[in-house]
């Protein structure tokens, strides 16, 4: 039988109470059990008062209603008829078409439980509280198609219970027939498909299933999925340890023109957007300094700025995920520091940020007043560090400067795979592990930031030439 009985009774109680209103002559009527027909009351007390009110008007459809609701499991019979005369008397209402379809269903017959339930839904094709018993109703005939089509509706039509059908989309998906009747959903998707994957996304869902979703949307002849898709399922699969297959799906949901910047190192000449996205560049929002890109003088195309405001404050807000294999790398790229006054300068660092996270290789000090010039050091990725870092961070962990200003550029960022660590660089890194045991883990103070993602409206503006910041 349909699952409508809680759900008809709120609303035969709150369209019984709207009618006890009808007529101004009955006022005492309505005084007296109005209270009684509220949302709040209980099956009881409302079917006592639909009495009276029958009592009162021999023909009201909604007070028919609501005995037919109180008769249904008791006397059916008697239940239909009552439900079968409410809707003579009021054509346009559905709910009597949806007790009476559950009632013939009960019965046996299901061409009329069809018939009356599909009646029901095309009088109020943008009502959840009508569509969502629909849908169960296609649901309990084993018509899955059919039911995800009405609770399509009801979400679309803006229902309160959208959380709820979003919980029974996942039970069903964990079934092959219900995976199998989101297949042609999936293709061209619905308004509510995007919030309904990123939820599922965020939450303790079984990764399996948020898989099974993405494959859906990447099956041949569907519609292409939406940055938001993409951005969830990278960020699940971060949270899950899967770096390898974030890194993949990363690289898939970039444009033509984002793929030509790929190399162990994306975008290294700042000259697309950046989006904070995956394994693209992250810019943290700092309260004194202001990251963006501009062209400059003695650089190609665009360069990255970062303008210091007297800030008090420890930078390290300025950063790319990485995913290189174990092995020896050179970090190399150019800078350019107008008027950078800052006591212990800033550097490049790589780090391992998984299982734990650890200093791998840093370059020298950048402060002062330079025209272009380069820097370069090496670093060593141990096995067992799938996942890794770049990023610019104040030079010293444990002290806080007076104050930092000025202005910082840089372009042409390149890591590039190397044979082995040089022997002076190798001799560096044991001397810096031996003499400072803790000089390799990073501190707290360095402790790579949360990736804060943005919304797939900033990863599409980025996409189309808009710079964004987190």
């Known amino acids: 039988m349909l699952r409508l009985r809680g759900l008809g009774w709120r609303i035969a109680l709150t369209l019984i109470g709207l009618v006890l209103a009808w007529r101004i002559g009955a006022v005492g009527v309505v005084q007296l059990y109005s209270e009684r027909l509220l949302p709040e009351a209980g099956q009881q007390d409302a079917a006592d008062a639909a009495r009276q009110v029958l009592n009162w008007q021999a023909e009201q459809p909604e007070a028919l209603y609501v005995l037919a609701l109180d008769q249904m ?65 296609w649901e309990s005939r084993g018509r899955l198609d059919e039911a995800l089509r ?26 092959p027939e219900g995976l199998a009747a989101f297949r042609s959903l999936a293709q061209r998707p619905p308004a509510w498909w995007e919030g309904f994957f990123v939820e599922t996304a965020d939450r303790a869902t079984d990764l399996a299933l948020v898989q099974a979703l993405y494959d859906l949307r990447r099956a041949p002849g569907a519609a292409p ?63 004194h300094a202001t990251i963006d890109r501009a062209p400059q003088e003695g650089a190609r195309g665009q360069s990255l700025r970062i303008v210091f405001r007297f800030s008090r404050s420890r930078f390290e807000n300025l950063y790319q995920p990485l995913h290189l294999a174990p092995g020896a790398y050179r970090v190399s790229g150019r800078y350019r520091s107008d008027k950078l006054y800052s006591d212990s300068g800033l550097r490049w ?61 840089f372009d042409d960022l390149y890591i590039e795979s190397i044979a082995e660590l040089s022997p002076l660089e190798r001799a560096r890194l044991d001397a810096r592990r031996a003499d400072e045991p803790d000089r390799g883990q990073v501190s707290t103070g360095t402790e790579p930031a949360p990736i804060t993602e943005p919304s797939a409206q900033q990863v599409l503006d980025a996409a189309s030439g808009t710079s964004v910041q987190d």
């Open 73 to 137: 499991e008791r006397t059916p019979e008697n239940a239909r008829a009552l439900a079968a005369r409410a809707y003579g008397l009021n054509p346009t209402r559905a709910w009597p078409l949806v007790l009476l379809a559950a009632l013939e269903e009960s019965a046996g017959d299901e061409v009329r439980a069809e018939q009356l339930a599909t009646l029901a839904a095309a009088l109020t094709p943008v009502n959840p509280d009508v569509l969502e018993p629909v849908a169960e109703y």
């Open 150 to 175: 009405y609770w399509s509706r009801a979400v679309e039509a803006g229902s309160p219970r959208t959380s709820a059908v979003f919980r029974r989309f996942r039970e069903l998906l964990m079934t």
């Open 225 to 287: 999925v939406s940055a938001q898709e993409h951005l969830s399922f990278v960020s699940r699969l971060l949270r899950e340890g899967d770096f390898g297959a974030a890194y993949r799906a990363w690289v898939d949901s970039l444009l033509p023109v984002q793929r030509e910047q790929l190399g162990l190192l994306y975008n290294g000449g700042f000259e697309l957007p950046t989006t904070g996205v995956g394994f693209d560049w992250h810019l943290v929002k700092h309260e």
């Open 349 to 409: 660092l790589l780090n391992c940020r998984s299982p734990e996270p650890l200093v791998l290789g840093e370059s020298r000090r950048i402060l002062g007043n330079e025209d272009w010039d380069s820097f370069s050091f090496e670093a060593e990725v141990p096995a067992g560090c799938p996942y890794q870092e770049l990023r610019l961070a104040s030079a010293d962990a444990r002290r806080m400067d007076g104050a930092t200003d000025g202005t910082l550029w």
